[in-house]
């Protein structure tokens, strides 16, 4: 069965650094989210991308982040100079046009220190 | 604003026995989804199961199924005969069937299977 992939699982940085969060979605999906979960908490909605754009962030997603689709399969996320506040589980999903679920990869832990 | 509330932070039931796990949501459309996903320890999301607002019968999956209100805005989620490999946080979660169809989660109910 095909699956959302995600790469790395766990990803340390120190503060200031930038990270790229690799994902590749379900092949024939044509939309993309990120959503993060601070330990403890609600997930949260970050971006979602179609067609090769951005179509809804939220107000998390500020110009720190940016997200990609550098080559039709990987949809990367960017922090550009990271903050002990983005430490958390990030999620990648992807949905298909015909269909109503998001799949989900098995997440990336980043821990800024 | 759409919201998403599970009021019981943690529950814990008996292998074999039955649990529900309560979730109310606010929204004013008309047409959205919701969802029920699993995250156990290794915090992979898995979905459960889910429901189409516009379908008036309860969604079903093996041991799992659904009691859907929508005039109270009401999405339980039921499990049957709870095996162990339940223990999990269990999320739930509505989208707004609109293009972007982002989800919107709750808090999570921590679910622990005793043996």
């Known amino acids: 069965e095909p699956e959302v992939t995600q790469t790395p699982s766990h990803q340390v940085t120190q503060m200031g650094q930038e990270v790229i969060l690799r994902c590749v979605p379900i092949s024939n999906h044509l939309y993309f989210y990120w959503y993060r979960q601070i330990l403890g908490q609600k997930v949260e909605f970050l971006v979602s991308f179609y067609n090769n754009e951005i179509s809804e962030k939220s107000e998390i997603f500020d110009d720190q982040f940016s997200v990609e689709r550098p080559d039709g399969s990987n949809f990367t996320l960017k922090i550009r100079s990271t903050k002990l506040e983005d430490s958390a589980m990030y999620f990648c999903a992807s949905r298909g046009r015909l269909t109503d679920t998001q799949y989900f990869g098995p997440g990336t832990r980043l821990t800024v220190l | 604003a759409q919201t998403v509330t599970q009021s019981q932070p943690e529950m814990s039931v008996q292998e074999a026995e039955t649990v529900t796990l309560s979730c109310t949501y606010d929204?004013?459309?008309?047409?959205?989804?919701l969802f029920w996903y699993k995250q156990p320890p290794s915090r992979q999301m898995i979905l459960v199961i889910r429901q189409e607002a516009y379908k008036q019968q309860n969604a079903t999956e093996n041991r799992f199924s659904v009691n859907f209100q929508k005039a109270a805005k009401s999405f339980s989620l039921k499990i049957s005969d709870s095996q162990l490999g339940d223990t999990a946080m269990y999320f739930c979660?509505?989208?707004?069937?609109?293009?972007?169809?982002?989800?919107?989660w709750g808090l999570g109910t921590s679910l622990a299977v005793n043996p």
């Open positions: 929204t004013s459309e008309n047409n959205y989804y």
């Open positions: 979660a509505m989208d707004n069937a609109g293009n972007n169809r982002k989800l919107i």
